[in-house]
């Protein structure tokens, strides 16, 4: 599936009916390059929980925790990860707990380590916006993007992003 994200309010946007559809568990993994949007989109995950504070990226820390709406939200920027075994060192096995939602930048410097995402998202610059391309990698994944693609065809022009399924 791939998704056009004309400007940073669509970006935010799309996050946001995203972390509504992970419903507060489940693995997000984001590709792109530096200052491709991953933390943009962020944001709107932690906006369908009602955070409203800023969101940086836990680039030195590894991971952000939020406690939201009843629901545990981890922001994991691995980027700096030396070895995807300090994840273990971190507490990584409570943080990919199944009653959690790990949104994880920079999955690839994990692996080998990291349980499978659910769903693949990775973000490239197109113009002055971005394009969004999502694949699933499990079952809850599959059935996510399904949901994502009927929840599209009603609300498209509202959410202020568009594309293809």
Do not use: N
Request: charged share 25%; aromatic share 8%; with cysteine.
């Amino acid at each position: 599936m791939q998704v056009q994200l004309p400007d940073e309010s669509a970006h935010v946007a799309f996050g946001e009916t995203l972390g509504r559809l992970f419903q507060g568990r489940g693995r997000l993994y984001l590709h792109g390059d530096l200052g491709a949007g991953k933390t943009t989109l962020t944001r709107g995950v932690l906006r369908a929980y009602g955070y409203e504070g800023a969101v940086k990226s836990p680039t030195y820390t590894l991971v952000e925790p939020y406690a939201l709406d009843g629901k545990r939200v981890y922001h994991l920027d691995l980027y700096r990860l030396g070895d995807p075994e300090e994840l273990e060192f971190i507490g990584g096995r409570d943080v990919f707990a199944d009653d959690a939602l790990c949104v994880v930048e920079w999955p690839s410097r994990g692996a080998g380590w990291l349980p499978p995402a659910d769903v693949d998202l990775t973000l490239d610059v197109a113009g002055a916006g971005r394009r969004a391309r999502l694949e699933s990698a499990t079952v809850r994944g599959e059935a996510l993007l399904a949901e994502l693609a009927d929840a599209r065809g009603l609300d498209d022009d509202a959410a202020g992003f568009r594309g293809d399924v």
